[in-house]
């Protein structure tokens, strides 16, 4: 049974910086696409990051590209998301979660964590 945790998330200013973390269990990290989500009040989930199973590389939405980062240990079974240079429009319930292959459509992936909330706010 695939089950996520996520941790991390809290209140920062804007320009501050968290690290959100995802805990992963039920397989293998390495076998399949993780992917970070956000979704604010009112608005549709909106993809974040992706790191492809086949080669590791990340990809990012424009709007975080150059200030969030996602890496995985595959070890721990933990994917992460340095997030850096925060603005309010970050403000989002962050999710991970795990496909075939990475897209940034949140119907493709079915399995969800909790979430945790990320508040960016002065």
């Known amino acids: 049974q695939v089950h996520l945790v996520e941790s991390g998330g809290g209140l920062v200013q804007p320009g501050g910086s968290l690290k959100l973390s995802c805990e992963v269990s039920?397989?293998?990290?390495?076998?399949?696409?993780i992917a970070w989500f956000r979704q604010a009040p009112g608005k549709a989930r909106e993809g974040v990051s992706c790191?492809?199973?086949?080669?590791?590389?990340?990809h990012y939405a424009y709007s975080v590209k150059g200030r969030f980062i996602a890496s995985r240990d595959n070890a721990k079974n933990t994917v992460y998301l340095q997030m850096s240079s925060l603005k309010p429009e970050d403000t989002a319930v962050y999710y991970c979660?795990?496909?075939?292959?990475?897209?940034?459509?949140?119907?493709?992936?079915?399995?969800w964590g909790q979430g945790t909330q990320v508040t960016v706010f002065s």
């Open positions: 979660t795990t496909g075939d292959f990475c897209t940034f459509y949140s119907d493709d992936y079915s399995d």
């Open positions: 039920g397989f293998n990290l390495d076998d399949y696409a």
């Open positions: 790191i492809s199973p086949s080669d590791g590389a990340a």
